[in-house]
Structures are given as C-alpha cells and as structure tokens.
C-alpha cells in the first residue's frame, strides 16, 4: 500500500496571490525576492553564505517551473510534478493553510485583535490574570515577538508578569521566561486562555517561552500552539478512522488541535525536522501519512525580515532532500508546499498572501505541470485518491 508525505516549507510562497491586494501584499514575492537579493549580493554574510541562491534539487523537482506558473508563464517543462497553489481560505495564517492543503479550507472570518494599546479587551485580560493567578500582564499589543521579549523581559522576570501580543494572525501569544516562571507554569497559562479567547474566535494561543539574561534573551524549541479544532473532518481524520497512520513531525499535532494524529514526534530547527522526516520514511507503515512543518523558515528568517538566513536555510534543505528522495519506498507519493507567504523583502513582519508551490516527487509522482490551483484543498484530495480513500468535500485531484 502506497505512503504519502507532505513537507511544508512553512511560509514559502512563490508569488502574489490573485487576491493579495486585498491584504497589502501586492507584489509579496517570498522566493522571487529572496533569488534575487542572492543575484544581487544582498543576502550574502560572512561565515553564513554568499552569491547566488543554490537550491540544484528544489530546482529538479520543480520549484523554478512553480515560480514560472505562478507568474503565468509557460514553456519550462522540467521531468517533475509542479504547479503553484492559491488560497480559498480568508486568512494567511497558520491554521488556515495547513487546514486548507488536508482538504478543509477556512471559509469563514477568524477573529482578530485591534491595532491599539493595549489591544485585548479589558474583560480578557481581567479574565486571565484572575484565573491564571497572575500577578499582571504586560505588552498588551501587536508587536514582534523577538522584539517584545528583548524590551520586556526583564521587567518579567522582575515582577512575574507574563508578556502578551498579538500579530496580524489570529493569535493570542503569551511570552515567559523558561527559568524564572517555568515552562509547566506557562503551559497551564495558556490553556486558560485558549478556553478565554474562544468567544473571540481566536485561532491559536502560543506559548513562546525564552531563555537568557538582558540583551541575550532567546526563544527555546518549547513553542506549543494551542489552536481551535478544523471545522470539519481533515485528511488527517479520515486516514485515522481508516486505521492508517497519520505521523505528525513538529508543530503540525499542534495546529490540528491533535485531531487527525496517531503519533507526533517534536524536533528544534529545520536539519532536525528533516532527520525526522527521513526516520519516518524509513519506519512509517504501508498507507501511512508523514506530514511535517519545517518551521524555521516563517519564524527565524521570514518574520524577521532576514534575507540571508533566509537562503541559508533554503539551501540547507535543499542539500538535504536526495538523502530523503531514498529513503522513499515504491509507490510512495511526496508533495512539497507551503502555507502562505512571509516574504522577508516585505514591509513590517506579517504574512504575505502568496501562491504556493506545488512540487510532487516520489515514485509516484507523474511529470508535469498541474498548473495554478484554486485551492490548497487540492493537495489533500490527491493525496486522499493516492492512499485509496474516497473523495474529499473540497478540492480536485492534480491526476
């Protein structure tokens, strides 16, 4: 029976979107701009990387043709399965996207907080200090997460207040000191406020603990997303109600709520992520589904605005993927893509609405263009007839 695997290039997106205008983000470009500032020796640091972008596999398997699709172009017919992807659901976030790609997308407004300070609702706040037992909040506002810490971590690790923001996503994100209020702590933390923030319709609260003194506060791998189940049964539900494996690799148990998920396995950092990917195909089941979250290139290079990081990583993992081209077994199916776009060229430090690509490799994979997609839904009912189930409610097979 044949495996599938889903890799997301967490916020790597090939181009605008037909709707992008809609969110500021007209002319967004993650991949474009980043091959270009490499041409142009503008992401180029010592120790770290320098020159053009080299990515020889990405390329083979499809990734430059993608990027030509999403531009409408035609004519580059590499020996891959590619295309580029659009988005149905009305957000960029997180949820929406890796929901949409397993065949459910989001199709109803999340709620959101107002770009004011402080930003939460007063009863909210009240509501978490009183039930969570806690001293105080501080933030209470949009901000940058690494930036938030770095100007208020010292004063929570001196009063015991937990810090608190919000993005341009869905989100609700509680920042705390690993050492001095304690992971546990936080975790309890953001439980009560996932049950707080449901009347807001909230789509995740994120625990984002840290570690370090002054001017040298860091974020750990102890992320953990707290988010509100899919809307309706996923990919992922109904391989698990087939009896088949579904392995979930980083963040992705999180974002589904654990719905859909018969083991996850967590891992820090991209060459991690990839290390575990290659495990799983080497130990996954007949009619298994492997699907992992590559999350570094969305919070340490795209959110960032960090260009070369950015590269660097593009072509870490591309150095990476002829080791797990191997490892794949006979009639195993393997779809790269993306969840929106984070483009680290792009004014302040959002999400950009983007096309994604669609790179499908594997044995098999069939050769060939499947063009611009209407929906992430696609990627989940192709997989969906690959591992013998019957059609999904959204989405169109790319064969």
């Known amino acids: 029976m044949p495996r599938g695997f889903i890799l997301v290039m967490d916020s790597f997106g090939i181009g605008s979107a037909p709707d992008a205008a809609r969110f500021g983000d007209a002319g967004a470009d993650t991949h474009g701009h980043i091959r270009a500032a490499c041409a142009a020796g503008r992401a180029d640091r010592a120790g770290l990387r320098q020159g053009a972008l080299v990515v020889p596999n990405l390329d083979r398997l499809g990734l430059a043709a993608a990027?030509?699709?999403a531009r409408g172009e035609t004519g580059v017919a590499p020996s891959a399965c590619y295309g580029a992807a659009a988005e149905r659901s009305k957000g960029k976030d997180t949820p929406s996207g890796h929901w949409e790609m397993a065949g459910v997308p989001v199709l109803t407004d999340w709620g959101y907080f107002p770009k004011t300070r402080p930003c939460f609702p007063a009863e909210l706040t009240q509501a978490l200090i009183r039930e969570a037992n806690l001293p105080g909040l501080l933030g209470d506002r949009h901000a940058s997460g690494t930036q938030i810490i770095e100007e208020l971590g010292a004063e929570h690790v001196a009063t015991g207040r937990p810090i608190v923001y919000t993005s341009a996503d869905s989100v609700f994100q509680i920042a705390a000191h690993e050492r001095h209020f304690g992971l546990e702590r936080l975790y309890d933390v953001c439980l009560v406020a996932r049950k707080l923030v449901d009347r807001w319709?909230?789509?995740r609260v994120i625990a984002r603990p840290f570690v370090g003194e002054p001017n040298a506060f860091r974020r750990t791998g102890n992320r953990r997303d707290y988010a509100t189940p899919p809307?309706?049964?996923?990919?992922?539900?109904?391989?698990?109600?087939?009896?088949?494996e579904v392995l979930s690799v980083g963040k992705v148990s999180d974002i589904f709520a654990a719905q859909g998920i018969t083991r996850k396995v967590k891992a820090d950092g991209n060459a991690a992520l990839m290390q575990a990917t290659m495990d799983a195909a080497l130990e996954a089941p007949d009619g298994a589904l492997v699907?992992?979250?590559?999350?570094?290139?969305?919070?340490l290079f795209g959110h960032r605005r960090d260009v070369a990081g950015y590269a660097?990583?593009?072509?870490?993992?591309d150095r990476a993927l002829?080791?797990?081209e191997r490892a794949l077994r006979p009639g195993d199916l393997a779809i790269i893509t993306a969840d929106h776009g984070c483009d680290p060229t792009w004014e302040g430090t959002d999400h950009t609405r983007e096309y994604v690509p669609v790179i499908a490799f594997g044995?098999?994979?069939?050769p060939g263009p499947v063009g611009r997609r209407d929906s992430f839904a696609d990627i989940g009912q192709t997989l969906a007839g690959h591992l013998?189930?019957?059609?999904l409610p959204h989405g169109r097979a790319f064969w």
């Open 312 to 317: 660097a990583a593009l072509e870490e993992f």
């Open 322 to 324: 002829p080791a797990l």
């Open 291 to 299: 699907f992992t979250n590559f999350v570094d290139f969305d919070t």
């Open 231 to 244: 809307p309706e049964p996923t990919l992922l539900d109904r391989l698990k109600a087939a009896g088949r």
């Open 388 to 391: 013998g189930l019957p059609s």
């Open 363 to 366: 044995p098999a994979a069939r």
């Open 201 to 203: 319709n909230i789509g």
């Open 67 to 69: 990027a030509g699709v």
